[in-house]
T-cell receptor, first 117, second 115 residues
Framework: NAGVMQNPRHLVRRRGQEARLRCSPM?????VYWYRQLPEEGLKFMVY????????ESGMPKERFSAEFPKEGPSILRIQQVVRGDSAAYFC???????????????FGPGTRLTVT | AQSVTQLDSHVSVSEGTPVLLRCNYS??????LFWYVQHPNKGLQLLLK??????LVKGINGFEAEFKKSETSFHLTKPSAHMSDAAEYFC?????????????FGTGTRLKVLA
């Protein structure tokens, strides 16, 4: 059973370009979370999605950031017009979220390290 | 609001000695708590979780944690440190109040193991 897949692992963008980060959840998981880790800091929640729905985007910056999880294909985190402050590691996690048996731990991908030059 | 506080940003131990990484939580509900480990430039791996069953939770690689409601603590321990334990450790609470179960992370503890 493959784990959570993220690509690319490393992404370099110049200021003003767009960054697209992809996440394929574990098989059977329909819940996806995105987190951002700034240098020397812990992870901060950004957005929670189910297939075709954004459930909670309270951690997303108001501008330039968007996320989707289509019916088919990976979840995408999109950052438009990147700035140096967007440089960070972006982690995706998936969960089966079966509350009946408390199976709601999250499984993390290896992350995408975005560098904005 | 739920939160976790990791009391030490850095911990150094000698190989073969016990490890103690401290975590306190704040929650108005019975919390779901986790410990994750992150090796340099890698993703996060689940060490163990507490979900209101046994208060002493055993995890992978010899780690365990004890949930103490009276002290609002969930400290991570290991009897004998190995060099391979050197990593960043995160205490996490799952936000059940919002219904999203999103994770709230502590700021992390960097464990250094000395030969």
């Amino acid at each position: 059973n493959a784990g959570v897949m993220q690509n690319p692992r490393h992404l370099v963008r110049r200021r003003g370009q767009e960054a697209r980060l992809r996440c394929s959840p574990m098989k059977g998981h329909s819940h996806v979370y995105w987190y951002r880790q700034l240098p020397e800091e812990g992870l901060k929640f950004m957005v929670y999605l189910q297939k075709e729905n954004i459930i909670d985007e309270s951690g997303m910056p108001k501008e330039r950031f968007s996320a989707e999880f289509p019916k088919e294909g990976p979840s995408i985190l999109r950052i438009q017009q990147v700035v140096r402050g967007d440089s960070a590691a972006y982690f995706c996690a998936s969960s089966p979220l079966r509350l009946a048996d408390s199976s709601y731990e999250q499984y993390f991908g290896p992350g995408t390290r975005l560098t904005v030059t | 609001a739920q939160s976790v506080t990791q009391l030490d940003s850095h911990v150094s131990v000698s190989e073969g000695t016990p490890v103690l990484l401290r975590c306190n939580y704040s929650s108005s509900y019975s919390p779901s708590l986790f410990w994750y480990v992150q090796h340099p430039n890698k993703g996060l791996q689940l060490l163990l979780k507490y979900t209101s069953a046994a208060t002493l939770v055993k995890g992978i690689n010899g780690f365990e944690a004890e949930f103490k409601k009276s002290e609002t603590s969930f400290h991570l321990t290991k009897p004998s440190a190995h060099m391979s334990d050197a990593a960043e450790y995160f205490c996490v609470v799952s936000d059940r109040t919002s219904g999203t179960y999103k994770y709230i992370f502590g700021t992390g503890t960097r464990l250094k193991v000395l030969a």
